[in-house]
């Protein structure tokens, strides 16, 4: 067993040791334009040897989420289009990365994706 490349286990929120075949499928995910479907999750870890897969897609998504907020901040559904997550799982993961205080909504605005009115603008946390 060997530590992974900088960054899974502070997105994974697992902790311990990652096998090389974790750390392979860690390094596939960052090389890839957009977050996989959840359907083909299975299919990608299975192809690198990887039973316990789920951290590390989550890993990946919650990843790229806080890279595009970083960028600018923006709502979910643009962030979908952005990097391929689901809507669904995206509200899953900012509840979760506001509990975490790594989030923030700092507004209601129309979503320029869906013109949805009254939609949660998401920031990174402020220090």
Known sequence: ????TSGLNSFSG???????NQA????YLLKLPKHPKVN????????LGVVNYRPIFRGDAERRL?????????TAATI??????AHKYLCLLKS?????????VIGLVTCPTTN?????????TRP
């Open 66 to 74: 806080l890279e595009t907020i970083t960028q600018e901040p923006t």
């Open 96 to 104: 979760s990365l506001e509990e975490k205080g790594l989030i923030e």
């Open 40 to 47: 083909e999750h299975k299919g990608i870890a299975s192809s």
């Open 24 to 27: 392979k499928l860690w390094v």
């Open 80 to 85: 979908s289009q952005k990097t391929g997550i």
């Open 1 to 4: 067993m060997e530590n992974i």
């Open 14 to 20: 697992e902790q311990g040791q990652f096998t090389k």
């Open 116 to 124: 949805s009115r009254n939609v949660q603008l998401l920031a990174p």
